[in-house]
């Protein structure tokens, strides 16, 4: 009987053993609530966005090839005119353009504050970078309309409105997550290879220039990319700067749109389950199909990185 009683008081599971129990099957239902409600928004996306072809009879082609967007009228084959090539071209120009004008301020941010000054360099650009994270949307679009399309008004001509805008004001917008990750970066190249670099004779110079910086290439890649994604996806303060006309923009400074201005502005004045409400659920997929592309980028190149 002894026996017994001591097998049974080691065999019965512990206190501890219930908590981590309890405490797993909550973690894997938190994280199957997760997965279930991020796919049930793409199958609802995808279904609203694909009505456009299957149910309006529009054309894929002319969907990425034309630039007429009227979706509320036809063409003389009964086709709705979808054309979202104006979108889709100024959505990637701001994009890049941004990302471009960003990526160089953004690396020598994060050299200055790792490689060259890490005290001082904390001290003056960390608070800056948390403010410029903290400003809302509607704050940038604002300062925008404000300064940056009078400013170009005035200097480059047009009426202010267009790419040029909108980079600017994304550049500004993706400039501190950019930074930031870059920091991380920079953090994560093992402080031996530095010193081995310096033992070999090399400058600081070379030292940042030469190994370091090459070796954070795949984590700079990561946030440049990460700062992509942000700025193809921003709305609000584009669409206050970008002129929102749904044409092929001629230049920098003509009027332009993209997926998002024309996302917003149409939204709520469409029907739904009509045509031009599908349209722009078309649009709204194309956005989430990018997003979802930007995405898998990340992780290809943060685990190149890691390999390496």
Do not use: C
Request: net charge positive.
């Amino acid at each position: 009987m002894a026996e017994d009683k001591i097998r049974a008081s080691l065999l019965k599971e512990s206190k501890a053993s219930k908590r981590e129990k309890h405490g797993k099957i909550l973690s894997f239902a938190a994280i199957g609530l997760i997965v279930i409600v991020v796919v049930a928004i793409f199958i609802f996306v995808a279904t609203r966005g694909i009505a456009t072809f299957t149910v309006d009879k529009g054309s894929l082609w002319d969907f990425f090839t034309k630039s007429q967007w009227n979706p509320g009228t036809t063409d003389k084959s009964g086709h709705p005119l979808i054309g979202a090539l104006p979108m889709i071209v100024g959505s990637f120009a701001v994009t890049l353009l941004s990302a471009v004008v960003a990526t160089p301020f953004a690396i020598a941010a994060a050299i200055y504050m790792v490689e060259i000054s890490p005290r001082r360099g904390y001290k003056i650009l960390q608070p800056v970078i948390e403010l410029l994270v903290g400003i809302p949307s509607v704050v940038y679009g604002f300062v925008g309309l404000s300064l940056v399309v009078p400013f170009i008004r005035n200097h480059f001509g047009g009426t202010g409105f267009g790419i040029l805008a909108g980079t600017m004001v994304l550049f500004v917008m993706i400039l501190p997550t950019v930074t930031s990750m870059s920091v991380d970066a920079l953090r994560s190249v093992p402080r031996y290879y530095r010193e081995a670099s310096l033992a070999l004779g090399a400058t600081r110079w070379q030292t940042t220039y030469k190994v370091v910086l090459r070796a954070a290439v795949p984590g700079i890649m990561t946030a440049v990319i990460f700062g992509m994604s942000r700025a193809f996806g921003e709305a609000l303060a584009v669409q206050m700067v970008i002129g929102n006309a749904a044409l092929l923009p001629q230049n920098l400074v003509s009027p332009a749109s993209t997926l998002t201005s024309i996302l917003t502005m149409g939204m709520g004045n469409s029907v739904m389950g009509s045509v031009s409400n599908n349209a722009l659920w078309s649009l709204a997929l194309l956005l989430l199909l990018m997003s979802l592309l930007f995405n898998i980028l990340i992780h290809r190149i943060s685990k190149k990185g890691a390999l390496h």
